[in-house]
C-alpha cells in the first residue's frame, strides 16, 4: 500500500523555521513526484511546493519561494520541507501528496502536520 506519512509541525514564532519530513513507502520513490500542500482554516488547499527526480525539477508557490527548500533523500524515500523565515500567513495544515509528475492529479496523500505561526 502507498503510505506518506507527514511530520515535523509545531509553533513556531514569525521568522523561525520549521523542517517538514514526508516519508513514503509503497512504491517506486524515484518515479514519483512529491508534493506539500497546506490548508489554512477557512481557505482552500494550495500547493506550495513540489519535487520530481525523474525530471530534476522543483517548484515553489510565489508565496513561498525565497524562503522554503525542498529536497529528497532517497536513501530514506523521504522528502524535506525546509521553511525559514515563517510568518504567519504561512500557517496552515500541511500536507504531502505523490503522483507522476508536479501537475498531478495527486492520488495519494499523506495526513497533515499543523503548523502555527505566531505574530
Known amino acids: 500500500d502507498v503510505q506518506l506519512q507527514a511530520s515535523g509541525g509545531g509553533l513556531v514564532q514569525a521568522g523561525g523555521s520549521l523542517r517538514l519530513s514526508c516519508a513514503a513507502s509503497?512504491?517506486?520513490?524515484?518515479?514519483?513526484?512529491i508534493g506539500w500542500f497546506r490548508q489554512a482554516p477557512g481557505k482552500q488547499r494550495e500547493g506550495v511546493s513540489c519535487?520530481?527526480?525523474?525530471?530534476?525539477?522543483?517548484d515553489y508557490a510565489n508565496s513561498v519561494k525565497g524562503r522554503f527548500t525542498i529536497w529528497s533523500d532517497n536513501t530514506k524515500n523521504t522528502v524535506y520541507l525546509q521553511m525559514n523565515s515563517l510568518k504567519p500567513e504561512d500557517t496552515a495544515v500541511y500536507y504531502c501528496?505523490?503522483?507522476?509528475?508536479?501537475?498531478?492529479?495527486?492520488?495519494?496523500w499523506g495526513q497533515g502536520t499543523q503548523v502555527t505561526v505566531s505574530s
Open positions: 509503497g512504491f517506486t520513490f524515484d518515479d514519483y513526484a
Open positions: 501528496a505523490a503522483d507522476k509528475a508536479c501537475y498531478g492529479p495527486w492520488g495519494y
Open positions: 519535487i520530481s527526480r525523474s525530471a530534476g525539477s522543483t
